[in-house]
């Protein structure tokens, strides 16, 4: 009964080995690479045709482009055909432009898949062998003996006009040289250096730079008391080191009074504080009131301001003489 028993199995295994391989030339799909040339350059781009039978109902998955495959890349699709011979089975041609990497040798395969219904069959292609092209010619990468050192013949007729040329250069460079130094004997003499003024002088010359203006109309005389006031303003900020500029007219006048203030170089006697209040407050009248002040109070302006300065600056300095006064009245056109 067993042997009976495994004697069919036996040939029920017989049957079915022999049936599969019958049907494996069908289910086998014959896929092939093929290019014009046996041998490349690493990096050299050359076309590489892939070949594929497609059965009947067959769907092809193609290689894949723009990814490495082994020592190949795919780098785009040029091409793409299909054929049938003698009522053979459909082959579908697809050219690549690739490019490989390898040192001798390289074997080139390509994956694809084939899609049947539901089921997608992954197959490689047979390898395709390339020779690798070096850059370098075989008999220059063999090693060879030192060269003997040549021997170069000595121009003479080069170095003499070599030195000739060195020559004249130096000759000229020699007399433009003394040309010079003659130019520079002959104007020996420094313009003279424009004094530097201090604040006190600064700040005068702007005030009687005021006696030359023409003061026509009320816009005119608003902007000379706004110069008188700003001039005054910018001494006592920068000689008594006072925000004098950024404050109003009342925040100046408490800080000068209040003797506690140790940012103060000097303290100002209450003579002078009043002299500043009333020359700050008629500017302030003309420039934010639009107050029009008889034409003589233009001349006593500014020369209450100029007499102002130089009292402060000679508290600072003892040594300051006493400024003018204003020779020029500012000419009152009505």
């Known amino acids: 009964?067993?042997?009976?028993?495994?004697?069919?199995?036996?040939?029920?295994?017989?049957?079915?080995?022999?049936?599969?391989?019958?049907?494996?030339?069908?289910?086998?799909?014959?896929?092939?690479?093929?290019?014009?040339?046996?041998?490349?350059?690493?990096?050299?781009?050359?076309?590489?045709?892939?070949?594929?039978?497609?059965?009947?109902?067959?769907?092809?998955?193609?290689?894949?482009?723009?990814?490495?495959?082994?020592?190949?890349?795919?780098?785009?699709?040029?091409?793409?055909?299909?054929?049938?011979?003698?009522?053979?089975?459909?082959?579908?041609?697809?050219?690549?432009?690739?490019?490989?990497?390898?040192?001798?040798?390289?074997?080139?395969?390509?994956?694809?898949?084939?899609?049947t219904g539901s089921d997608t069959l992954w197959q490689e292609t047979e390898p395709l062998v390339l020779n690798i092209q070096h850059v370098v010619p075989k008999e220059a990468q063999e090693l060879k003996d030192i060269a003997p050192i040549a021997e170069f013949g000595v121009d003479w007729m080069l170095w003499i006009w070599v030195g000739l040329a060195l020559l004249v250069l130096v000759v000229a460079g020699w007399w433009i040289w003394r040309k010079y130094r003659k130019r520079l004997e002959q104007d020996h003499t420094l313009p003279e250096l424009a004094p530097v003024l201090t604040l006190f002088e600064r700040a005068l010359a702007r005030l009687q730079a005021l006696?030359?203006?023409?003061?026509?109309?009320?816009?005119?005389?608003?902007?000379?008391?706004?110069?008188?006031?700003?001039?005054?303003?910018?001494?006592?900020?920068?000689?008594?080191r006072i925000p004098a500029l950024e404050s109003t007219t009342g925040e100046l006048l408490t800080r000068l009074r209040t003797t506690e203030d140790r940012h103060l170089r000097i303290h100002?006697?209450?003579?002078?504080?009043?002299?500043?209040?009333?020359?700050?407050?008629?500017?302030?009248?003309?420039?934010?009131?639009?107050?029009?002040?008889?034409?003589?109070?233009?001349?006593?302006?500014?020369?209450?301001?100029?007499?102002?300065?130089?009292?402060?600056?000679q508290l600072l300095h003892p040594a300051v003489p006493t400024a003018p006064s204003p020779s020029v009245v500012p000419e009152v056109t009505s």
Request: charged share 20%; net charge negative.
């Open 1 to 115: 009964m067993n042997t009976t028993y495994r004697f069919s199995q036996c040939l029920w295994i017989c049957a079915l080995l022999f049936w599969q391989g019958l049907l494996a030339p069908v289910w086998a799909q014959k896929a092939w690479l093929k290019t014009a040339a046996d041998s490349v350059q690493n990096g050299e781009r050359f076309e590489l045709t892939f070949s594929v039978q497609v059965g009947t109902g067959q769907k092809l998955i193609p290689p894949p482009i723009g990814k490495p495959l082994g020592d190949a890349d795919l780098l785009r699709e040029v091409a793409r055909e299909k054929s049938r011979t003698n009522n053979g089975p459909e082959v579908t041609a697809i050219r690549f432009e690739a490019a490989v990497f390898g040192i001798d040798t390289v074997q080139v395969r390509l994956p694809f898949g084939l899609v």
């Open 268 to 313: 100002l006697s209450p003579h002078l504080i009043n002299e500043i209040e009333s020359l700050l407050s008629l500017s302030d009248l003309v420039k934010f009131a639009d107050f029009q002040p008889a034409a003589e109070l233009h001349t006593q302006t500014l020369k209450q301001a100029i007499e102002l300065l130089t009292a402060i600056e």
């Open 211 to 240: 006696t030359s203006w023409e003061l026509t109309d009320q816009e005119r005389i608003k902007a000379y008391y706004t110069e008188v006031s700003e001039v005054v303003r910018m001494y006592l900020e920068m000689s008594l």
